[in-house]
């Protein structure tokens, strides 16, 4: 199946840093990629779809000044969270769709925010 | 109420036994149902989509019956391998590849 890798795996940072969060498609072109959120115990949460070449479409209720997302190619999206805080530690996740199949996910980048 | 709900669980099944469990959805207008398989803290992986018709997949069964707007799904010769939270998901109507999960089930399967 396809292959969808994330980095880092974790990060731990300060309170009021930006991290940023790269998504690859490894074998496949993806113009279109997702970013999902999970805390602890609970689903994954649509956070916001990522579009080649284009801006990203945000779900309702995040905020997409806090969260930036950049596709600026086939086969790389990025999420950066600025000003990061504790409470956006979280399981970030992404995934990417290759044709009618199934998307499929990355492994999680495991962010906490001191 | 939830658009995609399943029941928590755990699910506390022996092995060798038959389990299953259903996930409700709201939007009448879907049309891609899966199941995802997540580990402690991985990440969700393709268990099986799911078919009008209904489809196995080894050990696995999953159905969808419209008219209830609910998706199941039966594991049968339960394995140890099989503990994990089972996660249901829905495509939006509105673009491909865009899911919906539901808070996901959790199978204990104990020895």
């Known amino acids: 199946g396809a292959v969808v890798s994330q980095h880092p795996s974790w990060v731990i940072c300060k309170s009021g840093t930006s991290v940023k969060i790269e998504c690859r498609s490894l074998d496949f072109q993806a113009t279109t990629m997702f970013w999902y959120r999970q805390f602890p115990k609970q689903s994954l949460m649509l956070m916001a779809t990522?579009?080649?070449?284009?801006?990203?479409?945000?779900e309702q209720g995040v905020e997409k000044d806090k969260f930036l997302i950049n596709h600026a190619s086939l086969t790389l999206s990025t999420l950066t969270v600025t000003s990061a805080h504790p409470e956006d530690s979280s399981f970030y996740i992404c995934s990417a769709r290759q044709g009618a199949e199934a998307p499929f996910f990355g492994p999680g980048t495991r962010l906490t925010v001191l | 109420r939830k658009e995609v709900e399943q029941d928590p669980g755990p699910f506390n099944v022996p092995e060798g036994a038959t389990v299953a469990f259903n996930c409700t959805y709201s939007n009448s207008a879907s049309q891609s149902f899966f199941w995802y398989r997540q580990d402690c803290r991985k990440e969700p992986k393709l268990l099986m989509s799911?078919?009008?018709s209904g489809n196995e997949d080894g050990r696995f069964t999953a159905q969808l019956n419209r008219a209830s707007q609910y998706i199941s799904l039966l594991i049968r010769d339960s394995k140890l391998s099989d503990s994990a939270t089972y996660l249901c998901a829905v495509n939006m109507v509105d673009s491909w590849g865009k899911l919906q999960f539901g808070a996901g089930t959790q199978v204990v399967v104990t020895p």
């Open positions: 990522s579009n080649e070449g284009s801006k990203a479409t945000y």
């Open positions: 799911v078919y009008s």
